[in-house]
T-cell receptor, first 115, second 113 residues
């Protein structure tokens, strides 16, 4: 399977714990995006990388959230001191930046439940 | 005003009929428009992209774009029960700005037997 992969697929944690999610993009894609989706809503943009550079962060990304893409390949999203409001599906997408279309393809998502 | 607006539905159509899904957007400078399909509990799957005014057809799907009216639509011909899903409209900003997609809340489509 050469699509976007995400791990874990599900995560249940207690309030106050830290969690980390991983995303592996499509191999030749240089752009990687994180979105968050809650029930009944469309995905909301969190942040994106071009290669290893983090080029934009949403206001939604509080200081408890941090994302990295150290070698321009996989990315991690960490949430510190989780809150119940962090419960959501965290989606990763990748695209081949620099092309006219820059179409984003999504991974299967990580569903986070904060108890 | 929301940046991307969709009727949440549900939109119910009988099998074999045409389903028409609509989306409006607020940023007149938007350049790229996408339709994603999302089954319950799954991630969005790309259905169509459109960049120029007019129609774009791909199999049973036709995307329509009218930039003057800031309106995008998706037509699904010969609707099948497997088309029952939420359809998300996504808009990408003008060239040179961020690559992020802004999504509507989605329209839930139900295809009935």
């Amino acid at each position: 399977d050469t699509g976007v992969s995400q791990n874990p697929r599900h995560k249940i944690t207690k309030r106050g714990q830290n969690v980390t999610f991983r995303c592996d993009p499509i191999s030749e894609h240089n752009r990687l995006y994180w979105y968050r989706q809650t029930l009944g809503q469309g995905p909301e943009f969190l942040t994106y990388f071009q290669n290893e550079a983090q080029l934009e962060k949403s206001r939604l990304l509080s200081d408890r959230f941090s994302a990295e893409r150290p070698k321009g390949s996989f990315s991690t999203l960490e949430i510190q001191r989780t809150e119940q409001g962090d419960s959501a599906m965290y989606l990763c997408a990748s695209s081949l930046g620099g092309t006219g279309t820059d179409t984003q393809y999504f991974g299967p998502g990580t569903r986070l439940t904060v108890l | 005003q929301k940046e991307v607006e969709q009727n949440s539905g549900p939109l119910s159509v009988p099998e074999g009929a045409i389903a028409s899904l609509n989306c409006t957007y607020s940023d007149r400078g938007s350049q790229s428009f996408f339709w994603y399909r999302q089954y319950s509990g799954k991630s969005p799957e790309l259905i169509m992209s459109i960049y120029s005014n007019g129609d774009k057809e791909d199999g049973r799907f036709t995307a329509q774009l009218n930039k003057a009216s800031q309106y995008v639509s998706l037509l699904i011909r010969d609707s099948q029960p497997s088309d029952s899903a939420t359809y998300l409209c996504a808009v990408k900003g003008r060239t040179g700005t961020a690559s992020k997609l802004t999504f509507g809340t989605g329209t839930r489509l139900q295809v009935t037997l």
